[in-house]
């Protein structure tokens, strides 16, 4: 077999065999398949597609690349949960420990974030000594005895996707459906948990800008997991503002405390119990979705649930009084409020505004080895529908560095005004099961 036969193939539209799929997927990681071919096969595949054998097979072949997660030893039906990122989505947080506190096994692996999106290993570090970093033996053991871990993804997990996603980024092949699909699935399923939720988010603070792009992609993640044996729902959600109100580290993580305390936006509760429900459904704790809610609902009632997450605050060396007294979180040093030059009620909110502003205060990375402030972001004292004097404060920026001509404009021009009133916008869109 030749690499450039296999690209001529995919070029002229033709249909990749099993075997193909394997030797270019072996080959490149072996480096005896060059960057150079492997980039023109997968701009011929933005340009092509794969049918849904074929993604399957580059999943299977990415999957197993690397090491595989055997949760075997955690009794019961693991679930897993993974959002394609949005500014603001601290939903993690909270729906892990509240599914975890139902009795139900979450052992999650997760990512850093970059750019304008946060990741949820970054929002838990910073819990003082927090640690993400444990041996699978370790995880296994802390999922069995409280129900609940979240550690960052095993250096070699994967090394397919480590390598083909540089290359993406670099050759402009990062859009394209079935390549997205394949990375994040080879990702989960390598994960070894028993059920996935995907929360794809669509929308302007998203990866997929238009919800038709992000059901095609939940579409083809869900016959994926199902192609390998793995029971997998989507949740289609809206990203074209901020979910909750906070936008940076340890302010997200305030935010999902309050949540799990039961004073968080509504947004945020709405979508972890829609989330939850599906979660508890997937694990067999539950037949149908309103007791399943309930369920949820009631672990905030009697404080089991955030209960759950000091358990596993404290259980990865983290100091879990930070849960109980939030306030002891490090402040910025000062907190400036950006307040409203218009009238009216909020009809547009650019999320990803906000989300690289929060990114250029410190809270979040623009290349892979920045490092973070934890303690900069934003909150949001307005969203979609509400309606605002001039005057008012829009956001209240927590800031180390003061706040520029610049950043003060692009927030206020994350604001678009109405004189009509405004409807609130929907949050989920659909659930594909
Ligand atoms: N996230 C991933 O893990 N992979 C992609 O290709 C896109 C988003």
Do not use: W
């Not at 070894?192 to 988010?201: A, E, F, H, P």
């Not at 290349?367 to 303690?375: A, E, V």
């Amino acid at each position: 077999m030749r690499m450039v036969d296999l690209i001529q193939k995919k070029k002229d539209g033709s249909k990749l065999t099993e075997e193909e799929i394997h030797f270019i997927i072996q080959g490149y990681v072996k480096e005896e398949i060059p960057d150079y071919q492997m980039s023109a096969l997968m701009m011929a595949i933005c340009f092509k597609g794969l049918d849904k054998e074929e993604t399957a097979y580059l999943t299977k072949e990415m999957m197993y690349s690397g090491d595989i997660i055997d949760l075997s030893q955690i009794n019961g039906i693991k679930v897993d949960k993974h959002s394609t990122g949005g500014v603001g989505d601290k939903t993690s947080l909270v729906l892990a420990p509240l599914v975890a506190a139902c009795h139900v096994p979450v052992a999650k692996m997760s990512g850093r974030g970059l750019g304008h999106t946060g990741g949820t290993l970054d929002k838990l570090e910073s819990i003082p000594h927090l640690s993400i970093d444990m041996s699978e033996e370790q995880f296994i053991k802390q999922v069995n005895d409280i129900q609940i871990a979240i550690m960052g993804q095993n250096g070699h997990l994967v090394p397919a996707d480590k390598k083909m996603y540089a290359l993406r980024d670099v050759t402009a092949t990062v859009a394209c459906i079935p390549l997205i699909a394949s990375s994040i699935m080879s990702k989960k399923l390598a994960a070894g948990s028993d059920t996935i939720l995907l929360d794809v988010k669509y929308g302007e603070g998203a990866f997929m800008k238009t919800k038709e792009d992000a059901k095609e992609l939940a579409r083809t993640m869900i016959e994926i997991g199902k192609s390998l044996g793995r029971d997998t729902r989507a949740i289609i959600s809206n990203m074209n503002q901020p979910l909750g109100n906070a936008i940076g580290n340890s302010l997200e993580v305030k935010e999902a405390i309050e949540t799990l305390n039961g004073n968080g936006p509504s947004d945020l509760l709405e979508l972890c119990l829609i989330a939850g429900s599906h979660m508890l459904m997937q694990a067999h704790m539950s037949d149908n979705l309103i007791q399943a809610r309930k369920m949820l609902q009631e672990t905030i009632d009697n404080k089991k649930a955030i209960h759950k997450l000091k358990e596993m605050v404290k259980a990865q060396g983290g100091d879990e009084t930070y849960i109980e007294n939030p306030q002891k979180f490090k402040e910025a040093k000062e907190i400036i409020e950006v307040k409203s030059t218009s009238f009216g009620y909020i009809k547009d909110l650019h999320a990803l505004t906000l989300g690289l502003v929060s990114m250029k205060l410190g809270g979040g990375r623009e290349t892979k080895d920045d490092s973070i402030d934890y303690s900069v972001g934003l909150v949001l004292n307005k969203k979609i529908s509400d309606y605002c004097k001039k005057g008012e404060t829009l956001v209240y920026v927590h800031t180390n560095k003061g706040l520029s001509y610049e950043l003060k404009e692009q927030i206020l021009d994350a604001f678009v005004f109405s004189q009509d009133p405004v409807q609130k916008p929907s949050l989920i869109d659909d659930i594909f099961i």
